[in-house]
């Protein structure tokens, strides 16, 4: 930890940035969550798990309060010790394209977006097959449908739809965040403090002709390392606050558990998809 993170005042401006990029790293992408009975059709844009023990807690009445665990980093892990084994669990990410439109509460559509989707055991080998047999994931299409609420919140019936043929009409609907990629990427290759802020986020791949300037258009993975980052003990403290483990437990019904991205979610037609 910097001297300055270690003071409760900053001078001057250095703060904003750090500010900035903790409160960016605090909610971190997106994840896929489906409701019961939904299907979606989703492009896999890599295909090797990066996979960690994570927890998470109902807080607020919300469950998107992942964090890794810091069992063999900074033990004992503080959520290990107040939450227990029932908390913590083996997943493993890889990045996706939402391609099915969604209606938030709000009456915001969303489109396209850029996702974490993140499998437990069951999930992580049912890739691992699909991955033998194709060869490779990357650039794939699935239909995926959730069948009940007792089924992984990411799906639990995988349909093989197509290969992504289009990787620039991909790129160019593509989202983070309510935020179109291709608009990112100009304003971070004009902006040396955007560039940063990206990277944090993805693994952004330059173009070699270009003295490592311009972004390749296409869509990345997420930067896990970063991503993913333990946090350190005296972050979930702050972060669990004054919960009780009963209360962080919630309704857990371990399917899946970080539910809260809510919703209606339409299926969306394949057919009409331009790529
Ligand atoms: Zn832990």
Redesign the pocket.
Known sequence: MSEAAASWYNTGYDGVNTEEQRLQSLSGPRRLWMPAGATKSLVLVDDEAFCI?E?NAKLNDRWDNNHT???NIED??????R?GDK??FYIGYLTSIDCSAFVDKKGNKYQYEVKLVGGKLGSLKKWRRKKEDRGSLVGTMWKVTRETDKAPSIGDEWEFHKTVEDEAALFSLANYKGKKLSELWAKAEENEASMTFLAQTFQLEFDPESDGKKLVRRVPPFNYMEVFKPRGNAFIKDLLGGVTKEEALGDYNDSGGSGGSGGSSGSGSEDDVPF
Do not use: A, I
């Open positions: 023990h927890h665990c810091m069992k004992p892990c503080e959520s290990c010790t939450l908390s913590r």
